[in-house]
């Protein structure tokens, strides 16, 4: 049985563990409908329309499969590793979509001694259930190669039409979540009151930014603020990002919410001079030179690459001091 050869590597107990049953094939045939679908509201309308075939738990996983990612985030499938674990493919469909997702939490906890040789059998495992196509798509969705057309401000669309709610209420609940499965799971299961509830800053959870809204000159901008109080600052290109401070713990993250605490030492040593003893800052950071120049936006965003030479980097902007990462706040 498909469990029972991943619950003998970690020690589940079937008996309490209840699996989904909806199809994977049936989220592959709905993923391949809305990738051949040009329109945003038809795609829209497909994708509202495969979520209500779906209980509360299925939705959690269909949505991040559906835009291209799994819940687990990433976790360390390669070609390699996918090579290593070819398998013939099934001829009749069988496998559900919370199979496959407890196949994902296996090998994402699979660590230590001899874990390669246990995350390929139950990748294995996992692809050997599987059809040619929920293969093709089980490998594009684990090598981040899937592309449908279901990006998130569609499947945010897609889900409000679901669950019968403002599309602004379910962004705005994105905005606070993690997760946009969490955010279908609850707009589907309990509606308006649910998302309310998932609408809370806490420190240490990023939330998503605030986009600004376009327009083609300041008359047209006054016009659609519609009598506020504005301000105006001039526009330098930094690298978005969101601080959170508890006492002297502060926490660096992107736009993209991945924490880059380590890679702006001098944004962090800045903020725990702050009095305020907790607070969440959301602005751009900027390196500046000796001179208190801001140096060309590439190399601000160097600081953000996957190799990492922080110190030298800052040996590059100069002499330390306190103009030279300068945290810029977004009117």
């Known amino acids: 049985m498909f469990l029972s050869s991943f619950a003998k590597f970690e020690g589940f107990a079937l008996s309490e563990k209840r ?14 409908r809305i990738g051949a679908t040009a329109g945003r509201l038809a795609k829209v ?11 509360p738990e299925e939705v959690e996983i269909a949505v991040p499969y559906l835009s291209g990612a799994v819940k687990q985030g990433r976790i360390g499938i390669g070609y390699s590793l996918l090579r290593d674990a070819t398998s013939s ?10 199979e496959v997702s407890h196949a994902l939490d296996v ?17 294995r495992e996992l692809l050997s259930r599987a059809t040619s196509d929920e293969q093709t798509f089980l490998v594009r969705l684990l090598t981040e190669e899937l592309r449908q057309g279901a990006l998130e401000g569609v499947m945010i669309e897609a889900i409000a039409a679901a669950a019968g709610l403002p599309v602004a209420d379910v962004r705005r609940a994105a905005m606070y979540s993690k997760s946009l499965g969490t955010v279908a799971r609850v707009a589907l299961r309990e509606g308006a009151a649910g998302l309310e509830a998932l609408m809370r800053l806490e420190l240490f959870s990023p939330v998503s930014p605030m986009l600004a809204q376009t327009a083609t000159d300041v008359a047209e901008a006054l016009g ?7 301000a105006f600052e001039w526009k330098m290109d930094g690298a978005r ?18 924490e880059v605490t380590s890679a702006l030492p001098e944004v962090v040593e800045a903020v725990r ?6 607070l969440v800052l959301d602005g751009e950071t900027i390196a500046f030179d000796a001179s208190g120049r801001p140096h060309p936006f590439q190399s601000t965003m160097r600081r953000f690459g ?11 902007a100069g002499e330390l001091s306190g103009d030279e990462a300068r945290l810029l706040p977004i009117a």
Do not use: C, W
């Open 107 to 123: 090998l994402a906890s699979t660590r230590g001694a001899g874990s390669a040789a246990r995350r390929i059998a139950t990748l």
């Open 241 to 258: 990002i969101q601080v959170h401070k508890a006492g002297d713990d502060v926490r660096v993250y992107t736009r993209g919410l991945n």
């Open 273 to 278: 001079t702050f009095a305020a003893p907790s």
């Open 306 to 316: 996957r190799k990492l030479d922080v110190e030298g980097l800052r040996h590059i």
């Open 45 to 55: 309308k497909e994708l509202s329309s495969y979520l209500h075939t779906l209980q």
């Open 89 to 98: 493919a099934a001829m009749k469909p069988t496998l559900s979509i919370g």
């Open 224 to 230: 659609l603020l519609d009598g506020e109080v504005v």
């Open 19 to 32: 699996i989904p049953v909806s199809l994977l094939a049936d989220l592959v045939h709905a993923s391949q």
